[in-house]
């Protein structure tokens, strides 16, 4: 094979090249895209969400489907065959989900959960917080991560947010609290869902040095950035597979370090979760294992249908993922700041990082008025959408970096806020309260396995064309290409 890899003419890095097929891994993901994902073609759809989910390859379902088709699976943890096929499949899928991560079964426990805000929940609602207990959070966590602030406080433990600087990277600037006396716990996303940056996974370690036990929210991240946790000793991990790999939905997993779990302290039992129960004595004793922590029965179908999942991430391979990500982003990151008025001013404003290193594929922005006031995101979202475009809009359940980066002023926000009652909020009815000059949400576009060139040809011409509208005046709208 000709050596193309290490050209210094290109940007992308070498393992974008597959030494299997000398093939440049465009040609590699234009053939998955036709092979495995056709039906964006044949619907027309240009899914530009991947940060919302993942979406499944044609053989996942197919695979799943034939598997299903030919077992009897019943609820597991009984010793009648239909149960044992289904307890073994849910064993097996806990030791893949740990293979995949690079994770030691003897230091590792998986705990399938319904997603990644259940698997942060868990933690949360069994964390040991007592008064002298910190808990600490960066301003990008998602508000799955946030919530856990209630138990936290509600315990007495102190809450503190680390800042984000004008990128909506980690300020530089920032100190680590040291641990308070209590245990204490540090939280991060390891990408956030609002800008893709990649927050550096050394937290981890520096955290764990200042008596933190760590929460590693890795929902964004896993889909398309391997996580090797024999070099990133987070203690407690939050996944989904949907986002993963698309399917199936409803399943997602906290994995965690044994030493760690033993730590936590269930504020309930259920059924699964428990040795004992007795009604006459009132004693119950719980489980040893990850078990303790799946209340009720488990989702076994979906989870008999993750090692498909995991091996399509791993046939594809994540490196060959994040490349190629990062070539689509960059593209992404290309379009939209090439979009002008013809006075030269820019026609969007893009928060996060302006290039490709250490972030992720996926880009927030807010398409500007010619006299540089933001367009509302839903009406950029509409107008996507009509031409089969699919982007997402709002502040995506961030709201430290949507604040950051929209640069909302607190006071006035909370006024706003308060302002409108209970049941009849919306963004648009805040974004009125906050006046035109505000902007309240933005957009974001994410990219993944399945996203090709002719992807974002159609988007670029769709923000020009929508640009040339707003020029002229009119609601001018792409048509589909
Ligand atoms: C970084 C991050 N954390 C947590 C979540 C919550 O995931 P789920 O909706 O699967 O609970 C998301 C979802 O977008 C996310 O992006």
Same mark, same amino acid.
């Given at each position: 094979m000709e050596k193309r890899a290490g050209n210094p003419h290109l940007s992308i890095p070498d393992t974008y090249f597959d030494p299997e097929r000398s093939l440049v891994s465009a040609q590699y993901f234009e053939d998955l895209r036709t092979r495995e994902f056709s039906r964006l073609d044949e619907g027309g759809h240009v899914y530009l969400d991947y940060t919302g989910s993942g979406l499944y390859a044609d053989c996942q379902v197919r695979d799943v489907d034939q598997f299903l088709e030919h077992h009897v699976l019943g609820n597991p943890h009984s010793e009648n065959p239909a149960s044992t096929i289904a307890t073994e499949l849910v064993e097996r899928a806990r030791a893949d989900v740990l293979d995949f991560f690079g994770a030691d079964p003897e230091e590792y426990a998986v705990v399938f959960t319904s997603n990644a805000s259940a698997a942060l929940k868990l933690v949360g609602e069994s964390f040991?917080?007592?008064?002298?207990s910190r808990f600490t959070l960066l301003r990008d966590d998602h508000n799955s991560v946030l919530g856990i602030r209630m138990y936290a406080q509600a315990r007495g433990a102190e809450v503190s947010y680390l800042p984000l600087d004008d990128e909506l990277r980690l300020d530089r600037d920032a100190e680590l609290p040291d641990a308070g006396p209590g245990s204490s716990l540090f939280a991060f996303p390891a990408q956030s869902n609002f800008s893709g940056v990649k927050h550096p996974l050394s937290l981890v370690t520096r955290a764990r040095d200042a008596g933190y036990r760590v929460v590693l929210d890795a929902a964004a991240y896993a889909p398309t950035s391997r996580l090797d946790l024999s070099e990133v000793p987070a203690d407690f991990v939050s996944v989904a597979f949907y986002k993963m790999f698309g399917y199936p939905t409803g399943l997602g997993a906290l994995l965690a370090r044994k030493e760690a779990l033993v730590e936590l302290v269930r504020p309930w039992f259920a059924g699964g979760t428990v040795e004992f129960v007795s009604t006459q004595t009132g004693v119950h004793r719980l489980r040893? *294992?990850?078990?303790?922590?799946? *209340?009720?029965?488990?989702n076994f179908l979906g989870i008999a249908a993750v090692p498909r999942g995991l091996a399509f991430l791993r046939e594809v391979g994540m490196e060959r993922v994040s490349a190629h990500v990062a070539g689509m982003t960059e593209r992404v990151l290309r379009i939209l700041g090439e979009v002008r008025y013809p006075d030269g001013s820019p026609a969007v404003v893009l928060y996060?990082?302006?290039?490709?290193?250490?972030?992720?594929?996926t880009v927030a922005f807010n398409v500007l008025d010619p006299d540089g006031r933001v367009v509302p995101f839903g009406e950029v979202e509409r107008a996507a959408a009509a031409v089969g475009i699919s982007v997402r809009g709002g502040c995506f359940c961030n709201p430290g970096a949507a604040e950051k980066a929209l640069d909302l002023p607190a006071a006035e926000a909370l006024e706003c806020f308060e302002s409108i009652p209970h049941g009849d909020f919306s963004l648009s009815r805040f974004a009125r309260c906050m006046g035109p000059d505000a902007a309240v949400g933005a957009l974001r576009v994410s990219v993944g396995i399945p996203t090709v060139g002719a992807d974002l040809t159609r988007f670029a011409a769709f923000v020009q064309e929508f640009a040339a509208g707003r020029a002229a005046g009119t609601a001018h709208v792409a048509g589909r290409g």
């Amino acid at each position: 094979m000709e050596k193309r890899a290490g050209n210094p003419h290109l940007s992308i890095p070498d393992t974008y090249f597959d030494p299997e097929r000398s093939l440049v891994s465009a040609q590699y993901f234009e053939d998955l895209r036709t092979r495995e994902f056709s039906r964006l073609d044949e619907g027309g759809h240009v899914y530009l969400d991947y940060t919302g989910s993942g979406l499944y390859a044609d053989c996942q379902v197919r695979d799943v489907d034939q598997f299903l088709e030919h077992h009897v699976l019943g609820n597991p943890h009984s010793e009648n065959p239909a149960s044992t096929i289904a307890t073994e499949l849910v064993e097996r899928a806990r030791a893949d989900v740990l293979d995949f991560f690079g994770a030691d079964p003897e230091e590792y426990a998986v705990v399938f959960t319904s997603n990644a805000s259940a698997a942060l929940k868990l933690v949360g609602e069994s964390f040991p917080f007592a008064d002298g207990s910190r808990f600490t959070l960066l301003r990008d966590d998602h508000n799955s991560v946030l919530g856990i602030r209630m138990y936290a406080q509600a315990r007495g433990a102190e809450v503190s947010y680390l800042p984000l600087d004008d990128e909506l990277r980690l300020d530089r600037d920032a100190e680590l609290p040291d641990a308070g006396p209590g245990s204490s716990l540090f939280a991060f996303p390891a990408q956030s869902n609002f800008s893709g940056v990649k927050h550096p996974l050394s937290l981890v370690t520096r955290a764990r040095d200042a008596g933190y036990r760590v929460v590693l929210d890795a929902a964004a991240y896993a889909p398309t950035s391997r996580l090797d946790l024999s070099e990133v000793p987070a203690d407690f991990v939050s996944v989904a597979f949907y986002k993963m790999f698309g399917y199936p939905t409803g399943l997602g997993a906290l994995l965690a370090r044994k030493e760690a779990l033993v730590e936590l302290v269930r504020p309930w039992f259920a059924g699964g979760t428990v040795e004992f129960v007795s009604t006459q004595t009132g004693v119950h004793r719980l489980r040893a *294992d990850a078990e303790s922590f799946e *209340d009720g029965t488990p989702n076994f179908l979906g989870i008999a249908a993750v090692p498909r999942g995991l091996a399509f991430l791993r046939e594809v391979g994540m490196e060959r993922v994040s490349a190629h990500v990062a070539g689509m982003t960059e593209r992404v990151l290309r379009i939209l700041g090439e979009v002008r008025y013809p006075d030269g001013s820019p026609a969007v404003v893009l928060y996060g990082p302006r290039d490709i290193a250490d972030r992720g594929g996926t880009v927030a922005f807010n398409v500007l008025d010619p006299d540089g006031r933001v367009v509302p995101f839903g009406e950029v979202e509409r107008a996507a959408a009509a031409v089969g475009i699919s982007v997402r809009g709002g502040c995506f359940c961030n709201p430290g970096a949507a604040e950051k980066a929209l640069d909302l002023p607190a006071a006035e926000a909370l006024e706003c806020f308060e302002s409108i009652p209970h049941g009849d909020f919306s963004l648009s009815r805040f974004a009125r309260c906050m006046g035109p000059d505000a902007a309240v949400g933005a957009l974001r576009v994410s990219v993944g396995i399945p996203t090709v060139g002719a992807d974002l040809t159609r988007f670029a011409a769709f923000v020009q064309e929508f640009a040339a509208g707003r020029a002229a005046g009119t609601a001018h709208v792409a048509g589909r290409g």
